[in-house]
């Protein structure tokens, strides 16, 4: 615990005030810390401005470095750490930068709780890390199966929400579901495409069955906006999580800490085309077109995750939406003979393993 406690006051706090903690690799968080006990408060320092910039309120110092140590130590001994592309002298600085940088605004307030809800969700998670198979979606033609596992900290969410379909010619990946589960509630922080099969032939035969998901749809409605590949994930996920007792799903509000990632990123990046002698200049310049373009991305990811919730909302009876919360409680039927599939599929192929 001692060596914990000390790398976050003495190596973390400081880089973080400068707005880049380096463990490895760079994780581009900036805050203000305020240590409520005795009132002392460190000011950060970045080198731009224009970035949103938080205080962490140390309210508790010893109720925090227990929660610090304890996420600390079941990160250390999780199998997710094979994958990770830093060195062991690095976990302790990538673990709890990483943490730090999935914090929305409400957790800057409380980090004793925040990291005291981590280590629950990490350790009470009731759905198992498996890859399963569900069994044939008719409407799609395709079989279906289902991976559920831990994410790698830097990701949205700790754990990961996989289905993919296949047919006698290939594979098609529908988009992947970012999740964490606490009580009986799902929060989603990012539905994401992955890359698919190669054989565009195969990847356009099912994109035609995908879109049956827009059937009933009225052709004016907003909820049209959204990918039918997402429909389709998302009503993988329903039942899924029905079969747990998870009777709510709800969307994690967002890390404000990534557009300053982004914007820092871009600050650095143009450091090194102030050298005339640097190196990968086109790729530097393509990678700040790129991370420019997220700025313009991010109020339509947002605004579709939102649409989203809305669309299986109007899909599926007995659902109830509140704001960004869909309870599924009651959830009976949808209303789309492609998405009743597959969350009969799903369901029916859990219901029957329980027994």
Not at 186 to 200: L, P, R
Request: hydrophobic share 35%; net charge neutral; charged share 25%.
């Amino acid at each position: 615990m001692e060596n914990i406690v000390d790398t976050f006051y003495n190596q973390i706090i400081p880089e973080m005030l400068q707005g880049e903690v380096l463990c490895g690799i760079k994780i581009r968080i900036v805050a203000n810390v305020l240590f409520v006990q005795n009132g002392k408060e460190l000011k950060a320092n970045p080198p731009i401005d224009g970035l949103n910039i938080p205080t962490l309120k140390i309210n508790n110092n010893r109720r925090l470095d227990e929660a610090i140590s304890k996420y600390v130590n079941i990160m250390n001994t999780s199998s997710i750490t094979k994958e990770l592309s830093v060195d062991k002298e690095d976990y302790i600085k990538y673990f709890i930068a990483s943490a730090i940088a999935n914090m929305a605004s409400e957790d800057y307030d409380n980090p004793e709780i925040y990291f005291e809800k981590l280590c629950y969700v990490h350790t009470n998670n009731p759905i198992p890390n498996e890859k399963r198979y569900y069994g044939f979606v008719n409407n799609l033609n395709s079989n279906l199966t289902i991976e559920t596992k831990e994410e790698i900290p830097t990701q949205e969410c700790p754990y990961v929400f996989i289905p993919k379909l296949y047919s006698n010619n290939g594979n098609y990946n529908l988009p992947i579901i970012r999740y964490y589960i606490l009580d009986n509630t799902a929060y989603i922080g990012a539905i994401q495409n992955t890359k698919s099969s190669k054989d565009e032939i195969i990847n356009n035969k099912i994109r035609r069955f995908l879109y049956k998901a827009n059937a009933g749809v009225p052709k004016e409605s907003d909820l049209l906006n959204v990918d039918p590949a997402v429909i389709c994930s998302l009503s993988s996920f329903l039942p899924l999580m029905k079969s747990y007792d998870i009777t709510n799903i709800e969307l994690l509000p967002y890390s404000f800490q990534r557009s300053n990632d982004k914007k820092l990123k871009i600050y650095y990046l143009n450091k090194i085309l102030e050298n005339p002698q640097a190196p990968f200049k086109a790729r530097v310049t393509e990678v700040i077109s790129q991370s420019e373009l997220y700025f313009e991305r991010l109020p339509k990811i947002r605004s579709q995750l939102e649409t989203s919730i809305a669309r299986i909302n109007y899909h599926f009876e007995g659902t109830e939406l509140n704001e960004q919360k869909l309870n599924i409680e009651n959830i009976q039927f949808a209303n789309n003979d492609l998405l009743e599939d597959i969350y009969q599929t799903i369901l029916n192929k859990k219901q029957g393993y329980q027994k």
